[in-house]
């Protein structure tokens, strides 16, 4: 388990929810269109979702809800256990995280602009794999779970 946020990451991560609500949802359709250049992760995603616009909307929605509740995780345990699940019926493993790491921080620099700051991008960085962690963690578990013995 990676170790707890720190105050000024929970602060600042908190703070770009009125910018996420506005613009998640861009954001989102360009981190898509980042890790899509891997044809292997874009095959493990379903198209008709993301041609609707549904999975980007989804994705803005689950972001802007962790940055609104950074400092109560709790609040989140239900959405986690199910993003966990379809992360395991969709087969994302621990080795994809990195790609979206790589599309979403960009992203938001280039949607956001002066607003994404080295500092808040420091802290979404941070807050990005301190979340990973919960879900590589969980989705191991799960995994596990469903093998065969």
Do not use: C
């Not at 199910?82 to 949607?111: F, G, K, M, N, W």
């Amino acid at each position: 388990m990676s170790k707890p946020l720190s105050p000024q990451t929970m602060a600042l991560v908190k703070a770009t929810a009125p910018a996420l609500q506005q613009h998640g949802v861009a954001i989102t359709t360009l981190m898509y269109q980042r890790l899509f250049v891997d044809p292997d992760i874009k095959a493990l995603f379903d198209m008709a979702a993301q041609e609707s616009g549904a999975q980007p909307r989804r994705l803005a929605a689950a972001i802007l809800a962790f940055a609104q509740n950074v400092d109560r995780l709790d609040a989140l345990k239900d959405a986690l256990e199910r993003i966990s699940q379809r992360h395991i019926a969709t087969h994302i493993r621990s080795e994809h995280y990195p790609a979206v790491a790589d599309a979403l921080l960009p992203a938001i620099r280039d949607i956001l602009g002066d607003a994404a700051t080295d500092a808040v991008l420091a802290a979404w960085a941070e807050a990005y794999w301190f979340l990973a962690d919960i879900l590589i963690a969980r989705e191991r578990e799960l995994y596990l779970e469903t093998e065969p013995a």
